[in-house]
């Protein structure tokens, strides 16, 4: 839960900063996908626009935390002691 928010409020701010400058530049109603002029509100504009940019920001900061795991953290045997087969070259382990 607490990776999770780590996530999820830094890039909620940095969308919504994402946005406000994004939007401060380019007009909703000028903006083409995929060679066709949008046809979506403003407010529709701006909330798809806010969402892409929370995406985009949150895969940046999972991928954050995913490369700040320790190698500890990585080869660690995810079955407990008791359940770890004997050939398992980590059976030694605690």
């Not at 007009?27 to 995406?55: H, K, V």
Request: proline share 7%; glycine share 4%; with cysteine.
């Amino acid at each position: 839960m607490q990776k999770l928010i780590w996530i999820l409020w830094p890039s909620f701010v940095v969308a919504g900063i994402a946005e406000a400058v994004f939007f401060t530049l380019i007009d909703p109603q000028e903006l083409y996908l995929f060679g066709e002029p949008a046809n979506l509100s403003r407010i529709a504009t701006y909330s798809l626009g806010f969402f892409a940019f929370w995406a985009v920001c949150a895969a940046s900061s999972t991928f954050t935390c995913f490369i700040q795991r320790s190698a500890r953290e990585i080869n660690r045997c995810p079955l407990p002691h008791r359940e770890r087969p004997r050939d398992c070259p980590k059976a030694d382990e605690e």
